[in-house]
């Protein structure tokens, strides 16, 4: 029945009726394979003591910001009927770290939450951008560390596997790392945050410059461009375990803690940052080799529940289900 | 873990964390009984040859506005990056009608679609209802008549059944009955939109009112009032067949044709009104005894496409998932 991805559609008198850019109808074909990818994940989660959690579409502006989520901020605020500033969620890990602390604040064990939302976000005309995307994830709260890491991690990659895309990778970071290698390369910490965000952008030559123009040799320069462009298996953190230091040391632990079926879908990458700013340790992405972008990421966010009034560690991942569906397709339709 | 549906949250340090009024976090056992709903229902629309169909939640308002749908206009209005006027869908049978026109313009046999999504309602604060409902229905395009209107209303029947309220009902009538009435009892076609308000908000009185005020005789008011309260089994319509004119006729020829699972679920309800004014024929509402407001409802809207600039009869109904899980619990978990 076709892939409905036009936005403007011609009508019988000559008029057209248009649907925002970055927006579409899915239709039956397409709405049944992305139905079945959800299923299967959330089978996943399901079996794995995961319950599902909805919350709305809307929330107080206010609310929302308090997940501070960098360059991904709600962008889409108008004013209800009341005069309050409502916003659209821009992500499902802040309403559920809001849910965490304010629905269970007295919760001692670990939760367990999975959920299948669209997540909106405001995108410039043109940019080709999805502004509604379905998003299926998990987020576990109260399990620090490797613990907590590894159950991720392991659940990223079977999460992958039953929806059909077992040759994604995850690509896998520390938030920290950045910061440490460029601490010990002589960069000062009111620096520490520009460079944090052009490695975001992918922008490596930027952060040599930062470097340089920080007093650092040459050759230190180069060699710490070169180590944050590193990627490869675990054993990278080995090679440089000195100056990776602590962040090394556990994202090591980590990943020598998954079984050999997680493990051979990670791929290490030392200078790995993602654009929002909540992550405190693990990070990583889903990459499929067949798509552009991300199919979907994750990471320890130990800071974002207190926001909400109950200390938790915290950490999760989501897919985002066109991405998968788009890598099924291009993976040969498996 | 609790229904969740407290809209102010205390959190630790005495901050409150708040939800919009009439919103709310749905935590894992409702989640799970409301996704089986979605998915028994889905299993129903599918069988019956429905297509699922997602759309955007935001449009440009103006196309949504198309719909002209009486009292729940599209309501949640704001403006995008790019200066045009969004709004949040209030309703889907809209959207729908504009997929069938413009992404199938040339469609010469029917069109079923199924969606499973939100509805958005801008509500007055403290007003108790819910801002956003899930919904989950089917839209037929392409057959008129009976044999639409039967089709749509045994699988509401079948829906019912598989969403274990099978001892719901669907309250039947035609949005053209009351006219008729009301003409034939002598009101002027001018006073016929006002009357069909007071309907709407089953105000019987004000109708009777307006009657009087239009000179008809006391004993034509009081059985006119009499026969717009009226409610029984299909012979009701035969009684009174002579007053109900064309549509009473055809309602007659719809409900004789359902089969008997069908049709012991079925009230007439000769005032019947609903407060959407894109119907043109069969409207029914689905109610539960043990639920205060409709948990569904739906009618013919042979005029609604072709506002999208293609002509098509269509007819479909939609169950709110909230309402039936309220519904399965008073009617001792069914």
Redesign the interface.
């Known amino acids: ?2 892939s ?1 991805s036009e936005a403007a ?5 000559g ?1 057209v ?5 970055g ?7 397409e ?2 394979a ?2 079945a990818i959800t299923a299967a994940l ?1 089978g996943v989660f399901e079996e794995a003591g995961y ?10 502006a206010d ?1 929302l910001a308090r997940g501070d989520i960098g360059e991904v901020k709600p ?4 004013n ?3 005069g ?1 500033w ?1 916003a ?1 969620r821009s992500d499902m890990t802040v309403p559920l770290a ?2 965490a ?3 269970f ?1 007295s919760a001692s064990g670990p939760l367990r ?1 999975w959920y299948s939302q ?1 997540a ?1 976000r ?4 043109l940019q080709g951008r999805s ?2 995307a379905i998003q299926a994830g998990i987020e576990l709260f109260g399990v620090a560390g490797t613990e907590g890491d590894r159950e991720i991690l392991t659940l990223a990659a079977a999460a992958i596997d039953a929806a059909g895309v077992g040759d994604a990778r995850l690509v896998v970071g520390d938030a920290r790392l950045s910061y440490t290698v460029l601490s010990a390369a002589g960069l000062a910490d009111d620096a520490l945050g520009a460079a944090h965000r052009k490695l975001a952008a992918g922008d490596f030559v930027a952060v040599e410059r930062l470097l340089a123009a920080a007093g650092a040799a040459a050759e230190s320069v180069r060699a710490t461009g070169q180590l944050l462009r590193t990627r490869g298996g675990a054993d990278v953190l080995e090679q440089h375990a000195q100056v990776l230091g602590d962040p090394g040391r556990e994202l090591s632990a980590t990943l020598s803690s998954l079984d050999a079926a997680a493990r051979r879908r990670v791929i290490v990458d030392i200078g790995h940052v993602r654009d929002l700013d909540y992550y405190s340790g693990l990070v990583f992405e889903v990459m499929h080799e067949a798509v552009g972008e991300p199919i979907g990421g994750g990471g320890r966010y130990d800071t974002l529940v ?1 926001r ?3 200390q938790r560690p915290a950490v999760g991942f989501a897919l985002e289900i066109d991405g998968v569906h788009r890598a099924q397709h291009a993976g040969g339709g498996r």
Do not use: C
């Open positions: 029945m076709g409905g559609l011609e009508v019988g008198a008029e009726v248009r649907l925002p850019a927006s579409r109808d899915i239709l039956p074909d709405a049944r992305l139905r959330a319950g599902e959690v909805i919350t709305p579409t809307l929330e107080y609310v962008g889409y605020r108008f209800d009927e009341g309050s409502l659209l809001r849910v602390a304010t629905r604040p939450f669209t909106y405001p995108i410039p005309a502004r509604e207190e909400f009034g109950v």
